[in-house]
């Protein structure tokens, strides 16, 4: 994931101390109920898109404009799925983060998913019951997308 000019200029005086962070995810679906997901170029692995609002972007925005940015997709948000502090994460250039993210389920109304920067390897639209793998983290977002309903969930072991 690309670092934001805002956050590198914090990184300057603040070092690679923890840095509490919003973050937003946007679980997108088309038209026949696929998701859409994303092969990220840092790790590898296929996931929902997510990223780091700009200062003063509200959550929704910045959700429809990672999409863009990633996929091509254009979207608009639907609802707030889930609002979560995740666990701390360690870069590898030791930069620590914790983010509080506000998950939200979204649709999308047009353009054509493809790899559109250089934060995916691959993207595209998946049927909910013919996944690739995926981690706890995501497969938790896209069942709360596709719920109504609330529930408690204990993120004591995600990331």
Not at 43 to 65: D, H, K, L, M, Y
Not at 109 to 129: I, P
Not at 130 to 144: G, M, S, T, Y
């Amino acid at each position: 994931m690309a670092t934001p000019d805002f956050i590198r200029t914090i990184r300057a005086s603040a070092g690679t101390q923890l840095l509490w962070l919003p973050g937003v995810t946007a679980v997108v679906f088309d038209d026949e109920g696929r998701v859409l997901l994303g092969r990220r170029s840092d790790t590898g692995r296929w996931s929902v898109i997510g990223g780091i609002p700009e200062p003063g972007e509200q959550p929704a925005a910045c959700a429809v404009r990672e999409v863009h940015e990633e996929t091509a997709v254009h979207c608009v948000t639907e609802r707030v799925v889930l609002v979560q502090a995740l666990s701390p994460v360690t870069y590898a250039n030791g930069d620590v983060c914790q983010y509080m993210d506000i998950t939200f389920r979204c649709r999308a109304v047009g353009g054509e998913a493809r790899v559109n920067d250089d934060e995916s390897l691959e993207v595209g639209w998946f049927t909910v019951d013919a996944l690739p793998e995926l981690d706890e983290f995501a497969l938790f977002r896209i069942k709360q997308a596709l719920s109504d309903a609330p529930t408690w969930f204990d993120t004591t072991d995600l990331g």
